[in-house]
């Protein structure tokens, strides 16, 4: 074929498409909605997207498909002629659904390539009654939670992490919440929403972005909240994080890379009086073929303090830190642990759990 034919054939193409994309035109109005809080045993809600006929010919909806069987669609059944407005409709059933939730419709359109895209979210708050004091067993005043501690999990450098945890009102009054002191830098804290009504649950959204400056290995920071709780004004929880590196595949498949080898992974120190206190110790190698860096070695209980005087092993060699248990105030069995947080890209954090059984 000759090149005059083949710019011919192109610009046939390219005129037949640009005339088809002028006679074939939706805009949606809207192509997201937030619900917002609505009720487990509430009805479903609807929410209707319009849409605008912009082309030069009728279109009809072939068809709508949800992510989900909890999200029921429908739509204009008509043609839908130039300048017409149609709808796409979505159902969305809270029952047996608590939380927050994000969905998708798919629509499609007869005789055409065009489809768009609608997207829903919202939070169904639960349906509580008596399950109140199962689901939230710890109170402060008349705020109930599952715990004081809020365990964020691990993270790793320059990644943003966020986890959900939530509250309940229990009070006959809405709770408003506001933050007392302020965060560490690497965290954000949301109160989704800013007042909860009164029975229902609300979210403490924490994200956590660790940076090079932050320590590597376990913390934890006060989360202070004040609120209008007749009972206790103030609340405080506890954010724990973990911090760690992450690694390219490149570095972990490294034959050169360092190893963390800790032969001894579970310590019973035997019976302790309480008010008494024990040492021990743990060694461990880098048996790898480059240097090993301890970025942290943290213990999960105060009542273990732990030294180290290397922080950088050399291949082939080993080290060995110092671990003080202290028994006092502790009763029956003690179960805690002790992470290393290295540069090992396989294994970046390692722990060795510590065990002991507390006497009168």
């Given at each position: 074929m000759?090149?005059?034919?083949?710019?011919?054939?192109?610009?046939?193409?390219?005129?037949?498409?640009?005339?088809?994309?002028?006679?074939?035109?939706?805009?949606?109005?809207?192509?997201?909605?937030?619900?917002?809080?609505?009720?487990?045993?509430?009805?479903?809600?609807?929410?209707?997207?319009?849409?605008?006929?912009?082309?030069?010919?009728?279109?009809?909806?072939?068809?709508?498909?949800?992510?989900?069987?909890?999200?029921?669609?429908?739509?204009?059944?008509?043609?839908?002629?130039?300048?017409?407005?149609?709808?796409?409709?979505?159902?969305?059933?809270?029952?047996?659904?608590?939380?927050?939730?994000y969905k998708t419709i798919m629509v499609?359109?007869?005789?055409?390539?065009?489809?768009?895209?609608?997207?829903?979210?919202?939070?169904?708050?639960?349906?509580?009654?008596?399950?109140?004091?199962?689901?939230?067993?710890?109170?402060?005043?008349?705020?109930?939670?599952?715990?004081?501690?809020?365990?964020?999990?691990s993270a790793d450098l320059n990644e943003p992490i966020t986890k959900i945890f939530q509250v309940q009102n229990n009070s006959a009054s809405p709770m408003t919440l506001e933050l007392v002191d302020k965060l560490p830098s690497e965290a954000n804290v949301v109160f989704e929403p800013q007042t909860i009504p009164s029975k229902f649950v609300g979210n403490i959204r924490v994200t956590y972005t660790a940076t090079e400056s932050t320590p590597f290995g376990m913390s934890k920071f006060p989360l202070k909240i004040k609120t209008n709780d007749i009972q206790n004004k103030e609340k405080t929880f506890w954010v724990h994080i973990s911090v760690q590196e992450s690694f390219t595949e490149?570095?972990?498949?490294?034959?050169?890379?360092?190893?963390?080898?800790?032969?001894?992974?579970?310590?019973f120190l035997g019976?302790?009086?309480?008010?008494?206190?024990?040492?021990?110790?743990?060694?461990y190698t880098n048996t790898g073929k480059s240097p090993l860096t301890i970025r942290s070695i943290n213990s999960s209980c105060s009542c273990i303090v732990t030294k180290s005087k290397k922080n950088q092993?050399?291949?082939?060699?080993?080290?060995?830190?110092?671990?003080?248990?202290?028994?006092?105030?502790?009763?029956?069995?003690?179960?805690?642990?002790?992470?290393?947080?290295?540069?090992?890209?396989?294994?970046p954090k390692q722990e060795v759990a510590v065990r002991a059984k507390v006497v009168k």
């Open positions: 000759s090149i005059k034919k083949i710019i011919l054939l192109a610009t046939i193409v390219a005129t037949t498409l640009l005339a088809n994309a002028q006679r074939e035109k939706i805009t949606f109005l809207e192509t997201s909605y937030d619900y917002g809080m609505i009720n487990e045993s509430g009805a479903p809600v609807t929410h209707k997207f319009l849409f605008v006929n912009e082309g030069k010919e009728a279109m009809r909806i072939q068809g709508a498909k949800a992510s989900c069987g909890c999200t029921t669609p429908g739509w204009s059944q008509n043609p839908i002629f130039p300048g017409d407005t149609g709808y796409v409709e979505a159902t969305y059933d809270p029952d047996n659904r608590p939380g927050n939730f499609y359109f007869e005789k055409t390539m065009l489809k768009e895209e609608l997207k829903i979210m919202g939070f169904v708050q639960p349906t509580l009654g008596d399950k109140a004091y199962i689901n939230y067993p710890k109170n402060n005043g008349f705020m109930r939670f599952k715990s004081q501690n809020l365990n964020v999990g490149e570095q972990k498949n490294d034959p050169n890379r360092p190893v963390l080898s800790i032969p001894k992974k579970d310590i019976n302790i009086t309480e008010g008494e206190s024990t040492k021990t110790s743990i060694t092993i050399a291949p082939g060699a080993s080290a060995t830190i110092k671990v003080k248990f202290d028994a006092t105030g502790k009763s029956s069995y003690v179960n805690s642990k002790i992470t290393f947080t290295t540069t090992d890209p396989v294994n």
